[in-house]
């Protein structure tokens, strides 16, 4: 799986949005851009995953680059329970195996 | 629907014994992972099960081990526990292949 780039902390004051950025130069055409957050001693819990189009949900939305080497991650409205670390992974669909960088600290400010 | 539920949630053992975790999947669901978690190393992947037999191991040694059952639930077991294996241990389960979902963990602690 290809690695990733995330910067270890981030702030973001409440009611902004939060754009996490991924860098994934090395990314596979059958692999896909997947995030998680864990917010203290819970599991983790999966946000969005994309391909190469821009994705949204209820939660996030994903802007992936066309040339697909990086990512971004828009919390649109940003709340306190959003603090939490944000994995972003590669990965090719069918394997199960994730595998987690140090991800990046987000800090929602009152 | 029920999400992932692992048991017991909390665990202290000492050195030298051995533990059995357990992890029951979101009904349907057919693959389970297992991944440990440590200030140290982050998140690392264990192993995972699809109906019943190993598909897929990380860099552990043997004396971690686990098994999958018929109705899906898995269980993963340490042997000879080491200070180092103190842990939260996680288990996530899936159904096709993209999303996984994790429970809330157990943490181990070896004494």
């Known amino acids: 799986d290809a690695k990733t780039t995330q910067p270890p902390s981030m702030d973001c004051a409440e009611g902004r949005a939060a754009n996490l950025p991924c860098n994934h130069s090395?990314?596979?055409?059958?692999?896909?851009v997947y995030w998680y957050r864990q917010i203290h001693s819970q599991g983790p819990q999966y946000i969005i995953h994309?391909?190469?189009n821009n994705e949204t949900n209820e939660m996030a939305s994903l802007i992936i680059t066309e040339d697909r080497k990086s990512s971004t991650l828009i919390l649109p409205h940003a709340t306190l329970r959003d603090t939490a670390v944000y994995y972003c992974?590669?990965?090719?669909?069918?394997?199960?195996?994730?595998?987690f960088g140090t991800g990046t600290r987000l800090t929602i400010i009152p | 629907k029920a999400g992932v539920t692992q048991t017991p949630r909390y665990l202290i053992k000492t050195r030298g014994q051995q533990v059995t975790l357990s992890c029951s999947p979101i009904?349907?669901?057919?693959?389970v992972s297992w991944y440990q978690q440590t200030p140290g190393q982050g998140l690392q992947f264990l192993f995972e099960?699809?109906?019943?037999?190993?598909?897929n191991k990380g860099n552990f040694p043997g004396r971690f081990s686990g098994r999958q059952f018929s109705n899906s639930r898995s269980e993963m077991n340490v042997s000879t526990l080491e200070l180092g294996d103190s842990a939260l241990y996680l288990c996530?389960?899936?159904?096709?292949?993209?999303?996984?979902?994790f429970g809330p963990g157990t943490r181990l602690t070896v004494t």
């Open positions: 099960y699809f109906s019943e037999t190993q598909r």
């Open positions: 994309g391909l190469k």
């Open positions: 090395t990314i596979s055409g059958n692999e896909y």
């Open positions: 996530a389960s899936s159904l096709d292949g993209y999303e996984q979902y």
């Open positions: 009904s349907g669901h057919r693959s």
């Open positions: 992974i590669v990965r090719v669909y069918g394997n199960e195996k994730l595998t």
